[in-house]
């Protein structure tokens, strides 16, 4: 029963590696894609500035073709008031040529504001982008490293997994099948634990001394009455 505890506890060693393992092929995949989808809405925010400067640019070339309209429009206008023949004539003429200026010059108003949103917002999509590929060069450098990682997990696992098999071999099947069933309920995956200062290795209460004293003499399974979990006693407890 002795060295059967002691392959359990070395047994129990192997499987949290499995487990750590496990966990990176879960978590990785994860935190790649989160890091991705980050990456992609700090790209679509830069985006859309640049389609906002193209669609101030758009407003402001209109514009400016009204303007050279209004501005013809004026000219003839102008010229008219040489050829007039009456005072009410004129004095229509200059209300018309009032009304025109009136327009290009709101119409100018307009281009010049365009013009300063425009440089504000250029000025603005410059840090952006600069501040995006510092970014993208983070997170990339990121998603590699996880993806290394995870590259190497699979040859690791196996690795552990042959170990396993030996290592299981050596424990009866009792107590294995014991084991696998208490690994199922507690939280963290760990069935088998050390005692260590009277107490139980898992969830760290202090063990009664009568039941201090059964895990000692290793002559049948004992289970940490608080966590469920099986004690094993090591010389150096
Ligand atoms: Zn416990």
Request: aromatic share 4%; glycine share 4%.
């Amino acid at each position: 029963m002795k060295d059967s505890l002691l392959r359990l506890l070395n047994l129990q060693r192997i499987d949290t590696e499995l487990d750590k393992l496990k966990k990176v092929q879960t978590d990785h995949p994860e935190a790649i894609s989160d890091l991705h989808a980050r990456l992609k809405t700090a790209k679509q925010a830069v985006e859309d500035k640049k389609q906002q400067a193209a669609e101030l640019e758009k407003t402001r070339r209109q514009l400016e073709g009204e303007l050279e309209t209004i501005q013809a429009e004026l000219k003839k206008h102008q010229d008219r008031l040489y050829e007039v023949k009456t005072n009410r004539e004129y004095d229509a003429l200059q209300i018309e040529i009032e009304v025109l200026r009136n327009r290009a010059d709101e119409n100018e108003t307009i281009i010049l504001e365009g013009i300063e949103q425009h440089d504000e917002l250029k000025t603005m999509l410059e840090e952006e982008e600069r501040a995006y590929e510092a970014l993208e060069a983070d997170y990339l450098s990121q998603i590699q490293d996880l993806q290394n990682r995870l590259d190497m997990v699979e040859g690791e696992a196996s690795g552990w997994r042959e170990e396993r098999s030996v290592a299981e071999e050596h424990v009866d099947r009792p107590i294995l099948s014991n084991y696998d069933r208490i690994r199922r309920v507690v939280k963290d995956g760990v069935a088998v634990v050390p005692i260590g200062k009277g107490s139980c290795g898992g969830c760290f209460r202090q063990l009664p001394p009568q039941r201090h004293m059964e895990v000692r003499r290793q002559d049948r399974i004992i289970r940490c009455e608080n966590c469920g979990r099986i004690l094993v006693w090591r010389e150096e407890s």
